[in-house]
């Protein structure tokens, strides 16, 4: 049995198809305060709280790269004091929890628009993508003022000014070129992105890797998300007929 374990859980990976790359939308927080009469701010501490333990179950179960979702271009709608304690809260996690993730060989980078965040998490940024560069075991990409939308935008302009310097002819442009053209180009398309708290969208999350995703939804709100919710994800995507626009294997052959 291909059992890895920690004091309390079995990793059992025996013939469990995990996904390499793996989105998940952190959903939930305000109504997981909300139902204990807490403020925001405490459903946004639980939620990164569970950040932790989502990397440890991901890390532990495989999974080489891990993109979360934690602030989109669409939430600096929030009200000031709630996108300011979510600044602190970011800045706060990457240097407190950094041993946690070290000591999981977690490599940290961001993507989104990183250059329009405070100078205060842009520094966070820098230091913990430098710090953390060299660990081998998983990735935990965190999608930071992440839009995809905005993400494809700022890759069309890319080669937009390749074509406007005459270093592209527009007949070039490919798939391929745009897909080399977006935040992180060496970053798997995720095979498969969870939702937790109900929601059946993608809200602006990795429009274009997300093309052949497959998509799981839970009703758990993402502070409770834990090892079980995740377990169940990987049973299920496990279970699925990826066709990819073709017949599955057996129709093929048929
Ligand atoms: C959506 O839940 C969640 C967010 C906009 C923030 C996600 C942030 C975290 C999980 C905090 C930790 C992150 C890091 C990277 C340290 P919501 O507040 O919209 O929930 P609701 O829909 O129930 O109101």
Redesign the pocket.
């Known amino acids: 049995m291909a059992a890895i374990g920690d004091k309390k859980k079995t990793y059992d990976t025996t013939g469990l198809k995990v996904p390499v790359s793996l989105g998940v939308i952190?959903?939930?927080?305000?109504?997981?305060a909300?139902k204990r009469l807490l403020p925001?701010s405490a459903?946004?501490r639980a939620?990164?709280e569970?950040?932790k333990e989502l990397c440890r179950n991901c890390g532990r179960y495989g999974v080489k790269y891990l993109t979360?979702?934690?602030?989109?271009t669409e939430?600096w709608a929030r009200p000031e004091d709630e996108v300011h304690q979510?600044m602190e809260?970011?800045v706060e996690?990457?240097e407190r929890y950094d041993p946690e993730l070290e000591q999981e060989g977690i490599r940290v980078r961001f993507t989104g628009d990183i250059a329009a965040l405070p100078e205060k998490v842009r520094n966070t940024i820098a230091e913990g993508e430098e710090r953390s560069k060299n660990r081998q075991k998983m990735q935990l990409i965190?999608a930071?003022n992440y839009g995809g939308r905005r993400e494809i935008e700022n890759a069309a302009r890319r080669l937009a000014k390749k074509v406007k310097d005459g270093e592209l002819e527009p007949e070039q442009i490919t798939e391929q070129l745009l897909s080399e053209n977006m935040y992180l180009p060496d970053v798997p398309d995720p095979e498969l992105i969870i939702r937790p708290?109900g929601e059946m969208r993608l809200s602006n999350f990795l429009l274009w890797e997300s093309a052949y995703s497959e998509f799981w939804v839970s009703q758990t709100?993402?502070p409770d998300f834990g090892y079980d919710d995740l377990t169940q994800a990987f049973r299920d995507y496990a279970g699925r007929d990826r066709r990819f626009g073709g017949l599955s294997s057996k129709e093929g052959k048929s």
């Not at 952190?26 to 997981?32: E, F």
């Not at 979360?68 to 989109?72: I, Q």
């Open positions: 952190m959903d939930g927080n305000g109504r997981w909300k925001r459903g946004h939620g990164a569970n950040l979360v979702y934690a602030f989109s939430n979510l809260l970011f996690f990457f965190v930071m708290s709100l993402w």
